[in-house]
């Protein structure tokens, strides 16, 4: 089941929210295990035999965090076995489904080991999201970030919970610790939330399905008249789509957080607008960047013992950064290539850019961003040889390209203006005016409208990162 599908929308969520509103609100405890069971019902939709996973892990963080906050003060050496129990299992489930079909088949174009076969298991969906959830519990209590949580049931509920169990935005135990122990509702946090939620299903359903359907097109005209034009416009629809498919399902994720009383990290900050790769990335995929920072990378000393290690380090981190998004040598490769970037302007280019105009310093974080996302999509091409040669050696245009182009001129404005902060600074400034909030109340109904008639009309749906 996917946010952006009526059965989600019109059946699964009401039901989820009146059987959690009904529960009195002073049985906390109670509210959490019905969130529990919602949130495993949901991940079960498609993939039944799966809860069992979710439900071993949480058997496992729960039991290790435990050992490690009865041990910490007292027993370190204990405590330290325990979380590292507690990381080996996570990441050995991570490896099994998600990494061991890809080692096998890389493995097997040695001769030597030429007659291994993959074992085709299908990778549970989101699992690179709640583990790294789930894990994060052992490791904030070990470091001292977070309580021990003595309710199974509330971990549980941690660890299954639907609005942002399979695309995050990835949220550490100690993001909302303080929300399972005790949480307020009130109406002007519930309709904060659904002004969020219905924000994020028009991103993705108005803007990223439209932005995919022109990528599609352009993609395909690469191969029928090879030209850059199609080959550059290809690669920015899909940018616009990955980012108003991911951006819409934090957006819709967060919404739903503050619905149920919790208020979830921030995933995105209009990353198409930064200066630099650095801040590309403190801006894109929030949440994962904290997590690599705060599990992996202080804990292999930062920049905190020299230059050589600190672009040891950060090459370490985007290799995993990489390895995270899919177990296929292009995520690798793409991981890497933003690596190299980072490294160079933390060595030198970071102080060319603070000096460069800011147009010019947005082109060239654009441009090296957009051809990243070449990178990221290069496993899903027909022909990815064709494609890069199209990028910069093809000729620049043909007459189907200008034709589309021009065609989708409109929409490219939409886009480009959708993911600046124009939008949100008028949303901001006008807020708390009451003909604004009548504006708002017509609105956002016809939007939801809107999203519902496309999702019936059309077939074309896809969350791009539900495989990760």
Known sequence: MIFSSLEFLYLYIPVCLLIYFIIPAHKLWIRNLALLLVSLIFYGWSEPLYIFIMIFSIVVDYTCGYIVALNRENNRQKAKAAMIASVVINLSL????????????????????????PLGIALPVGISFYTFQTMSYTLDIYMGKAKLQKNIFSFGSYVTMFPQLIAGPIVRYSDVDADLRVRTHSFDKAAKGVVRFICGLAKKVLLANAAGSFYEQFSSNVYSSEN?????????????????????????????GYILGFKFPENFDHPYTSKSISEFWRRWHITLSVWFKEYVYFPLGGNRKGKGRTILNLFIIWFLTGFWHGAEWNFIIWGLYFGLLIAAEKAFLGRILAKTPQILARLYTLIFVMFSWYIFISCDLPDAGVYLSSLFTAPFVSGTALYDFLRSLFSLFIFVLASTSIPLRVYNKFKERLFFKVIMCIVLPIV???????????????????RF
Not at 94 to 117: G, Q
């Open 228 to 256: 850059m034009l199609s080959a550059w416009l290809g690669i920015i629809f899909f940018g616009f789509q990955i980012y108003f498919d991911f951006s819409g399902y934090s957006d819709m994720a967060i919404g739903l």
């Open 94 to 117: 991570l490896f099994f489904f998600k990494y061991f079909d890809f080692v096998i088949e890389s493995l097997a174009l040695i001769p030597a080991f030429s007659s291994l076969k």
């Open 448 to 466: 939801l409208v809107l999203c519902t008639a496309y999702l019936v009309d059309s077939s074309y749906n896809p969350f791009l990162y539900f």
